[in-house]
């Protein structure tokens, strides 16, 4: 990486505080209506303590396979040496009661696997891998590790680095798995050394074991803003990433489970131009509407006039994207999760001057109409970056928050 990218990366963090407080002016693109909200029910839960016996939570990732939810977190152990450790729970009642935390095996700390930069999981039946960003030589930079297991989470064992380079350095990571029991990742990486990140994929056809070589997807990306990997029900495999000469969220896609990629469209067209990183990615989901797979996603855009988070979707695998929908006010970091064939749930965090709040929306149409937005964080908190995955019958929403001179806590809440 040369001295110039590292400054313009460095500086792209400053930007970020003053891009993200600018509060926009309302969209012209909103073709959607707002209905009332209904119903909801849930109950905050702090899963850091009585869950996962971390004294602070610094990054988590979930997922969900066979209607069981997989929790992986990085944080301070409440032990008298608040020692860095990594834990994975699992819940069969849609986070009500989680399974006894299993310690995952650290080659590496996941020093670097900080919210935006999260560490990631997959899992396929009682096999998980699990990807993260650990410290190198550099400041801010580090290569990557992966771990896996084949009993379900009990016993972990490392493997080689997917990018096949361990003093470089690899971020903004994603993992998924298809349903064949291959794993896909995905991550930024300057393996060119040309100034600027790129985004990268590989393939595990064997739990994580072993890694086939990787591949380049897009030779010149943002830097700093996270991926999203996820499958259509068909196998479809879809990457929604940002682009480097207009900083709009792009699509890149493969057909034959990761041999081939074609880059497909942009998830919101905002013609975006910036010099920097606003360290914000976007999230995706697949529903069925009439037999046919739509493409939810969030995505977030600094452009002048159009400053926001917005809910998009496409019903022609990626092709062609509907008019941007805003959601919130000054939202910011945002994910998107499907239950059925048209119950959507969109959760983002939102700044105001009790600090950053969570809130959700949901759509029981396919994405034509909305509820009026929640907060499901505690008063006074400053709750950050949520993730949002389908449950039985609902919802699990997660996000970290903190009281003022407090470490972070791992939160959840099931929404119906």
């Known amino acids: 990486m040369t001295t110039e990218t590292f400054k313009q990366r460095v500086l792209s963090r400053a930007i970020l505080a003053a891009t993200v407080s600018v509060l926009s002016a309302c969209s012209d693109m909103t073709a959607l209506t707002r209905?009332?909200?209904?119903?909801?029910?849930?109950?905050n839960s702090n899963v850091s303590k009585t869950v996962l016996s971390f004294s602070e939570t610094t990054s988590f990732d979930v997922y969900v396979d066979n209607n069981r939810i997989h929790l992986i977190a990085a944080g301070m152990s409440l032990n008298a040496d608040k020692q860095a450790v990594i834990r994975h729970v699992y819940s069969d009642d849609n986070g009500k009661h989680w399974s006894e935390p299993s310690n995952v095996l650290i080659p590496k700390p996941p020093s670097m696997a900080t919210r935006g930069n999260d560490i990631q999981l997959a899992v396929k039946d009682d096999k998980l891998v699990a990807l993260w960003q650990?410290?190198?030589?550099?400041?801010?930079?580090?290569?990557?590790?992966?771990?896996?297991?084949h009993d379900g989470g009990k016993t972990w064992q490392a493997s080689p680095n997917p990018a096949a380079n361990d003093s470089g350095d690899q971020s903004h990571i994603d993992i998924a798995?298809?349903?064949?029991?291959?794993?896909?990742?995905?991550?930024?990486?300057?393996?060119d050394e040309n100034g600027y990140q790129g985004l990268r994929y590989a393939r595990s056809e064997n739990a994580g074991i072993h890694w086939q070589k990787s591949v380049t997807l897009d030779d010149t990306t943002c830097s700093c803003c996270w991926n999203k990997?996820?499958?259509?029900?068909?196998?479809?495999i879809n990457v929604l990433y940002r682009d480097m000469e207009v900083r709009d969220m792009a699509v890149s896609q493969s057909t034959d489970n990761g041999t081939t990629w074609q880059k497909l469209s942009r998830a919101g067209d905002f013609n975006w131009k910036f010099e920097g990183c606003p360290h914000v990615g976007g999230g995706l989901a697949y529903g069925n509407i009439n037999g046919n797979t739509v493409m939810h996603s969030v995505v977030w855009t600094g452009a002048e006039h159009k400053q926001g988070l917005y809910y998009v979707r496409s019903?022609?695998?990626?092709?062609?994207?509907?008019?941007?929908?805003?959601?919130?006010?000054?939202?910011?970091?945002?994910?998107v999760a499907v239950?059925?064939?048209?119950?959507?749930?969109?959760?983002?965090?939102?700044t105001g001057a009790e600090g950053s709040r969570v809130f959700s929306a949901q759509s029981d149409d396919g994405g034509l109409s909305?509820?009026?937005?929640?907060?499901?964080?505690?008063?006074?908190?400053?709750?950050?970056?949520?993730?949002i995955v389908p449950a039985q019958n609902g919802f699990l929403l997660l996000w970290t928050e903190k009281q003022a001179k407090q470490a972070s806590q791992l939160m959840t809440v099931w929404v119906e």
Do not use: C
């Open 315 to 335: 019903v022609d695998n990626g092709k062609l994207w509907s008019p941007p929908y805003k959601l919130g006010k000054m939202a910011v970091h945002g994910d």
């Open 177 to 191: 798995a298809a349903k064949n029991g291959s794993f896909h990742a995905v991550w930024l990486d300057d393996r």
């Open 134 to 149: 650990t410290t190198g030589e550099l400041l801010g930079m580090g290569a990557m590790v992966s771990v896996y297991s």
């Open 370 to 387: 909305w509820s009026v937005a929640k907060q499901w964080s505690l008063p006074n908190h400053n709750a950050v970056q949520p993730r």
């Open 35 to 43: 209905l009332e909200s209904t119903a909801d029910s849930a109950i």
């Open 339 to 350: 239950t059925g064939d048209k119950h959507i749930r969109v959760v983002w965090d939102e």
């Open 229 to 236: 990997l996820a499958f259509t029900p068909t196998g479809t």
